[in-house]
Structure formats: structure tokens, C-alpha cells
């Protein structure tokens, strides 16, 4: 350790770069198995630095991260594959790690960060999507006590069909306020009850499906966080989730608007003044949400997401629409031909593998998962600038006797 990391108690730069180095000496990535790597990884606390140790962390500053990334990437050392995995780095891990007890983080997150158990949310339902908290889901104590017993629908479960785990939010108490009778638990998704219907989507691909639980046996060590408090557990999943869904890293003129950069250099013959205009406009949103994610990346290093990850999210989901809807209108003919319809079941979004026309009908849910922009609208005017909050008035109303 360096002088400054031992007076400071946390590992600097030099000293995650170190680590790094006797990791790679001691399991070379060209002689190791994937699988093998990222497990010595995670013990070496090298997975997500800003966890605790023995979590695949080092209790180093989170911003540090990219040092030990870096290293390894240029090493040839093999990822994690984050976007197959996106649901449990980036909603379910944050949750286990800030409720889950000390049993449940040493079960879950090796499996989850090293992607040999995938991730689901059963969350939204038909009739509880924005309106979260009016879900009808039950959750029962089994008959020794020592569990519960779930019965529901839930819908659009991105990857479930994939999953080993789900994390599941289900009613525990139906004669209580909705967000106050609200439990959180770890759903094996290897249970008899659990049914995975797919759902085609606009695209033709079926990412995500229905999910019907009957009798779905989940022991009480599954729970996460106290019974009832299901609602404040879930906002950590949804702030994270919209820091996930919008605040991806990326270089200049990636993702979206550099596809949509290289075409309008490719093609002289189909440049327009307008389309000139509209080109250049999106190319300065997306740098300004770019460096607002960044900026927000940097806050997060200091503490949980806040509320400010939802215009974030939503400023990603306007520009992943308009560009998309800009790139098909610049290839006019070819931007019409659509490459793929069989029914598939891919393990993410390839927003950049894939032609136009696939980007143009997969930005459409972005403007619907992880929140819906009308709702992320009402978050950042309420809990962002303290404007006056919509009218609710079942909020103390038992949620038996809500209208549904
Ligand atoms: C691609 C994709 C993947 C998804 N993956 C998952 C997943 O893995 N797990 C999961 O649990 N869910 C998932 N979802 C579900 C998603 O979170 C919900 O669809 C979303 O929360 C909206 O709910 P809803 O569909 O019931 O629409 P509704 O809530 O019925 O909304 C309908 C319309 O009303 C508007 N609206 C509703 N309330 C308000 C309000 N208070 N103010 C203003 N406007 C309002 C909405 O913005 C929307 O336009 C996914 C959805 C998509 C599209």
C-alpha cells in the first residue's frame, strides 16, 4: 500500500492497479476459463471495487472502477457480459447489498455478478404498471410459518425465461394503505409454480413474457427487508434501475448518434439541410446527456441514486427516439427494410448489432420501461423541484377497498 492509502484507510488508484496486476499473474486470461477468471476476480474484490470485501469489493472509492476495468480490458481478460446480465448488476444487486442480510449477500452476489445465475423483475402486473403500488400479487404465510406462499400475474418480465432469480415485490397485507402492505422477496424461479409465457414484442423478438406464480413456495430467508416495507426496498431498485437503463457509460458519439453520425457520412447523396439541422441537434443532446451522465455517475460515487436518475432516463429515451426516428428517415427506402422478424429470444437490446428499422421499433418501449416518461416527468417535478404533487386520493385508503 501507498503512504497516502494507509493514512486514508482506502485503496488509491496505484494500489486497485497492483491488485489488478497479481490478478492477471495469477490466472493469465489466455490460460484460464472465463467462468474460472471472473470468480478469482470477484474474490480478488476486483468486480464492483466500491462493495464491501468479501463482496467482490474492496471498500475503494466507486469512481475507481475504471482504473481496474481498464487494465483488464486492455489485458484481454473476459467480462462478465453486463448487458445479459443487466437486470442483476444493476436492480438486484444494489438492493441485496443495501437490505439483504449478510446470508443472502453471500448467496446471491458471486452467482449474480459472475453471470452463472441471471436475474429477473417481477414487478409490473396487468393493472399495476406506473401505479405500482396497487399490485395484486398475495403473498401468504405458509402453514408452519417458516415461509409464504405467492399467487399473481405478473407482466412484461424482461428475461425471465433466462432467469434463475427473480426479484419479486408481492401484498402482504390487503388491508393496509397499497404502498404500506407491500413485501419484498428473492423468487427461485426454478419453482414448480412459476409459469414463463413470451410475449412478442413491436420488434418480433420476445425479450420479455407473462409470468403467472401458483402456490409459489418462498421460505422467509428470501425476504428482503422487513415485512411490509416492501415499498421503500423497491425504491432503491427503481432509482438504480433508472440510473441503468440511462446512465450507461459511453465515449463520444457512441451508442445511437454515432450510428447515426457514420451513416450521414457514408451517404452524401442522402443529405438533406433539414436533416442536417435535426443531425446536429440530436449529436449536441446526446453529448449533453452524455456528460449529465457522468456528472451523475460522480454524484452516485458518493452515495445511492437519487431522483435525478429519472431525467437521466428520461432524456435517453427522447433522444434514442428521435434518432431513430431521424436514421430511418435519412435512409428512406433501406430504412424501411426490417432484417429479422422470427420470434426470437435475445439476451438484451443490441441497439447498434442491428439494422435502422430494429432501432426504431425497440426505442418505442424506451419510453416505457423502467418507468414511463409521463411518470418519470411527475417525479422530477415533485422530488427534484419540489413542485406541488399530483392528487392522490387512495392514499390512506385500505387498498381491499380500492376500485380495480
Ligand atoms: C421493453 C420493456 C421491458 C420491461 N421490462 C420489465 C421487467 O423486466 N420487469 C417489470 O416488472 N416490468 C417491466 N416492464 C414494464 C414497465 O415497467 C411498465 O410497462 C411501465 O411501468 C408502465 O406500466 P403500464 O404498462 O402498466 O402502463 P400504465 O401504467 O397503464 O400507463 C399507461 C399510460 O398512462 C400514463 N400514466 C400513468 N400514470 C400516470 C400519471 N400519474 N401521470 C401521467 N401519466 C400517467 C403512462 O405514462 C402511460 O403513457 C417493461 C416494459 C417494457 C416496455
Not at 303 to 310: I, R, V, Y
Request: hydrophobic share 40%; proline share 6%.
Amino acid at each position: 500500500m501507498t503512504d497516502r492509502t494507509r493514512e486514508s484507510g482506502r485503496l488509491d488508484a496505484g494500489e486497485l492497479r497492483r491488485r489488478t496486476a497479481d490478478l492477471l499473474v495469477s490466472c493469465p486470461p489466455a490460460e484460464t476459463a472465463p467462468l474460472d477468471f471472473l470468480r478469482a476476480r470477484f474474490d480478488a474484490g476486483l468486480a464492483w471495487v466500491h462493495f464491501p470485501q468479501g463482496l467482490g469489493g474492496l471498500d475503494a472509492p466507486r469512481a475507481l472502477q475504471v482504473v481496474v476495468d481498464a487494465e483488464l480490458e486492455a489485458a484481454g481478460a473476459p467480462d462478465n457480459d453486463p448487458r445479459r446480465i443487466g437486470i442483476g448488476l444493476g436492480m438486484a444487486a444494489p438492493t441485496i447489498l443495501r437490505f439483504g442480510t449478510d446470508e443472502q449477500k453471500r448467496r446471491f452476489l458471486r452467482p449474480l455478478w459472475t453471470g452463472e445465475e441471471v436475474w429477473c423483475q417481477l414487478f409490473s402486473e396487468p393493472g399495476a404498471g406506473s401505479d405500482l403500488a396497487a399490485l395484486a400479487t398475495r403473498a401468504v404465510r405458509d402453514e408452519d410459518g417458516t415461509g409464504w406462499v405467492v399467487d399473481g400475474q405478473k407482466v412484461w418480465t424482461s428475461g425471465a425465461h433466462q432467469a434463475r432469480w427473480a426479484i419479486l415485490i408481492a401484498r402482504t397485507d390487503p388491508e393496509l394503505p397499497k404502498h404500506r402492505g407491500i413485501t419484498y422477496f428473492v423468487c427461485d424461479m426454478t419453482d414448480p409454480g412459476v409459469e414463463v409465457r413470451p410475449l412478442r414484442q413491436i420488434t418480433g423478438e420476445a425479450e420479455f413474457n407473462e409470468v403467472f406464480l401458483t402456490g409459489v413456495r418462498i421460505p422467509d430467508a428470501h425476504r428482503l427487508g422487513a415485512v411490509g416495507e416492501g415499498w421503500k426496498v423497491a425504491q432503491t431498485t427503481l432509482m438504480n434501475e433508472r440510473v441503468a437503463i440511462g446512465g450507461a457509460r459511453q465515449p463520444r458519439e457512441g451508442g445511437m448518434i454515432g450510428v447515426a453520425a457514420r451513416a450521414w457520412r457514408e451517404r452524401p447523396g442522402a443529405r438533406t439541410h433539414d436533416l442536417h439541422q435535426r443531425l446536429l441537434r440530436h449529436w449536441v443532446d446526446a453529448e449533453v446527456a452524455r456528460l449529465t451522465g457522468e456528472r451523475l455517475r460522480q454524484q452516485l460515487a458518493k452515495g445511492h441514486p437519487g431522483p435525478e436518475g429519472s431525467g437521466m432516463k428520461l432524456a435517453f429515451a427522447r433522444l434514442a427516439q428521435q434518432i431513430s426516428g431521424w436514421e430511418v428517415e435519412f435512409l428512406g427506402e433501406d430504412g424501411l427494410a426490417y432484417d429479422d422478424w422470427t420470434l426470437r429470444r435475445p439476451e438484451g437490446v443490441d441497439f447498434t448489432g442491428r439494422q435502422a428499422g430494429y432501432r426504431y421499433l425497440r426505442a418505442k418501449g424506451n419510453s416505457i420501461e423502467g418507468g414511463t416518461s409521463e411518470v418519470l416527468l411527475n417525479i422530477v417535478a415533485e422530488r427534484v423541484l419540489g413542485l406541488p404533487p399530483e392528487p392522490r386520493t387512495d392514499k390512506d385508503a385500505a387498498w381491499k377497498d380500492l376500485p380495480r
